[in-house]
């Protein structure tokens, strides 16, 4: 267990209004991602962090903003839903403590459900 | 830039049959390459990762892998599919940023077992 917790699990939501998606570690790693799934298009990279208040875009960061002002929370915010935002989003981080080098295993959440009517 | 290709959106096999799905990389530099698994409404589950040691790879619930660099593949095979190995599958190659690294998936394949 590598201690991440999504909230909200599910959420259903209308158009243009915000939304956050909160992601929460009990192991003081540093590095936490975000990902959105979607049929056809597997996992794709959102935003990641390296630390506190470091963070950087991923692949299909449009639309979406991050903040990290605490190690063990990384949130991920909507500030104006789209339909097209419609998907499952996935939290994960890597390197829990158990390795001395850092080869990119993930350890995920168990994803956050969010409907844009 | 690194990017794995997974070729078959969905497999099925029988109870007992070889499970084979196909992963493809490319990477300008040696890859660290991972198997993921995806069981219905659940989060992803390490299944291998290949980080350069031994070509042959095994992983939990009698998957395994193999590194060929010549083919650029990193296929994941299971030799007698059970019924709990139905789920959906993803191959995922390591990428240095920023973050020390992330990992960019394939599509995915499921899987699907017969009885």
């Known amino acids: 267990d590598a201690g991440i917790t999504q909230s909200p699990r599910h959420k259903v939501t209308e158009t243009g209004t915000p939304v956050t998606l909160r992601c929460h570690q009990t192991?003081?790693?540093?590095?936490m991602y975000w990902y959105r799934q979607d049929p056809g298009h597997g996992l794709r990279l959102i935003h990641y962090s390296y630390g506190v208040k470091d963070t950087d875009k991923g692949e299909v960061s449009d639309g979406y903003s991050v903040s990290r002002s605490k190690t063990e929370d990384f949130l991920l915010t909507l500030e104006s839903a789209t339909s097209s935002q419609t998907s499952v989003y996935f939290c994960?981080?890597?390197?829990?403590?158990?390795?001395?080098?850092?080869?990119?295993?993930?350890?995920f959440g168990e994803g956050s459900r969010l409907t844009v009517l | 830039a690194q990017s794995v290709t997974q070729l078959g959106s969905h497999v099925s096999v029988s109870e007992g049959a070889l499970v084979l799905l196909r992963c493809n990389y490319s990477?300008?530099?040696?890859?660290?390459l991972f198997w993921y698994v995806q069981y219905p409404n659940q989060g992803l589950q390490l299944l291998l990762k290949?980080?350069?040691?031994?070509?042959l790879v095994k992983g939990i619930n009698g998957f395994e892998a193999e590194f060929k660099k010549s083919e650029t593949s990193f296929h994941l095979t299971k030799p007698s599919a059970h019924m709990s190995d139905a789920a959906e599958y993803f191959c995922a190659v390591s990428v240095a940023n920023q973050a020390g690294t992330a990992l960019i998936f394939g599509k995915g394949t499921t899987l699907s077992v017969s009885s």
């Open positions: 990477s300008s530099v040696p890859p660290y």
């Open positions: 994960a981080i890597s390197d829990p403590g158990r390795y001395t080098s850092n080869t990119g295993e993930l350890f």
């Open positions: 192991e003081n790693h540093r590095y």
């Open positions: 290949y980080t350069s040691a031994a070509t």
